[in-house]
């Protein structure tokens, strides 16, 4: 049984498009985030979302719009995507403060 | 700001061998914690093993064992009987232990473990 998952997998695109990446979790976390992993292998944190409250929203360009329907699910909307856009994106997850659980990975690729 | 140093950006190790991860951070939190993850080729991240600052009692989750060492802020990663599957990036990573607020990973820059048969 998948605990978080991604979709898609990978994700390939030409510069200006929109484009959604979307994550859910059935382990019954409350809390949700999203990271990028650059060229480089660094992972930073994004955006952090508490029973569908965002809770951080790090220096991110506003092209970059997280959506949180429901605490299992936490979508991130990318409009007019730009090269410096590509990276893998994790989604994770994790019950208030305990241990996150991160999710297979999206490979994003701007064209 | 709260910040995590790998200064090996790689390691490598003989299988069956015993290997030390470094890992370094700074804080100026009194209550946190740390992890390690694995990033293998696949991508996907794997939690290896969690300490709480609080704990003076290392970590260990089989073949995996830590060295916190709070005072000098230092938490290391000990893999003993190394396997081919031990592969992978391996990234240190800080957590402050606040309510309701930041409950943000700061990851290190990571270490490339290659184990060679």
């Known amino acids: 049984d998948t605990a978080v998952s991604q979709t898609p997998k990978y994700l390939v695109t030409q510069m200006g498009n929109d484009k959604s990446i979307k994550c859910e979790q059935n382990?019954?976390?409350?809390?949700m985030y999203w990271y990028k992993q650059d060229s480089k292998k660094f992972l930073k944190i994004m955006f952090s979302?508490?029973?569908?409250?965002?809770?951080i929203n790090e220096t991110v360009p506003n092209r970059f719009s997280p959506k949180s329907p429901d605490k299992a699910h936490l979508n991130l909307h990318i409009n007019s995507l730009e090269l410096g856009d590509s990276a893998v994106y994790f989604c994770a997850s994790s019950r208030h403060t305990d241990t996150q659980y991160f999710g297979p990975g999206t490979r994003l690729t701007v064209l | 700001a709260q910040t995590v140093t790998q200064s090996q950006p790689e390691m490598s190790v003989q299988e069956a061998e015993t290997v030390t991860l470094s890992c370094t951070y700074d804080t100026s939190e009194s209550d946190y914690y740390l992890f390690w993850y694995k990033q293998p080729p696949s991508r996907q991240m794997i939690l290896v093993i969690r300490q709480e600052a609080y704990k003076q009692q290392n970590a260990t989750e089989n073949r995996f064992s830590v060295n916190f060492q709070k005072a000098a802020k230092s938490f290391s990663l000990k893999i003993s009987d190394s396997q081919l599957g031990d592969a992978a990036m391996y990234f240190c990573a800080y957590r402050p232990h606040t309510q309701g607020g930041s409950e943000k990973l700061v990851f290190g820059k990571g270490t490339k473990l290659t184990v060679n048969p």
């Open positions: 979302y508490n029973n569908k409250e965002l809770i």
């Open positions: 382990l019954g976390h409350d809390t």
